[in-house]
C-alpha cells in the first residue's frame, strides 16, 4: 500500500494551493482518508477528513471555511484546496487512510503518506 501525497509549496498570504493525495495496492473506495499536518515544534494535528464514499467531511476549525477536501475514487485520489492560506498554515501535510471508519485521531490511520511541505510568507 501507498500514498503519495504532492502538491505542496512556497506562496505568499492569501494564495492557494491544491494537495492531492494517490492511493494504490488498497481497495480506495472503502478508506475514509485524512488530512494532518505538524509544524516544526508542534504534535500532528487533524486538518480535514472524507469519508470513503465523499458524502461526509470534517474540518478543523482552524481551516473550515478555507480549506475543502474532495475525492476521485476512480483516480484513487484525494484532494485537499487550501485557499486563502495563512502563514500559520506551513507545515508538513500528510495523508492517511483507514478502512471503514471516521475518525479524527491519528494513531487509528493504517496507512499514511511521506508528506509535502507547506510553506506561507507573510
Known amino acids: 500500500v501507498q500514498l503519495q501525497a504532492s502538491g505542496g509549496g512556497l506562496v505568499q498570504a492569501r494564495d492557494s494551493l491544491r494537495l492531492s493525495c494517490e492511493a494504490s495496492g488498497l481497495t480506495f473506495s472503502s478508506y475514509a482518508v485524512g488530512w494532518f499536518r505538524q509544524a516544526p515544534g508542534k504534535e500532528r494535528e487533524f486538518v480535514s477528513l472524507?469519508?470513503?464514499?465523499?458524502?461526509?467531511?470534517q474540518y478543523a476549525d482552524s481551516v473550515k471555511g478555507r480549506f475543502t477536501i474532495s475525492r476521485d475514487n476512480a483516480k484513487n485520489t484525494v484532494y485537499l484546496q487550501m485557499n486563502s492560506l495563512k502563514p500559520e498554515d506551513t507545515a508538513v501535510y500528510y495523508c492517511?487512510?483507514?478502512?471503514?471508519?471516521?475518525?479524527?485521531?491519528?494513531?487509528?490511520?493504517?496507512?499514511w503518506g511521506q508528506g509535502t511541505q507547506v510553506t506561507v510568507s507573510s
Open positions: 492517511a487512510a483507514v478502512k471503514s471508519r471516521l475518525t479524527l485521531l491519528a494513531s487509528q490511520y493504517t496507512y
Open positions: 472524507v469519508s470513503w464514499s465523499g458524502g461526509w467531511k
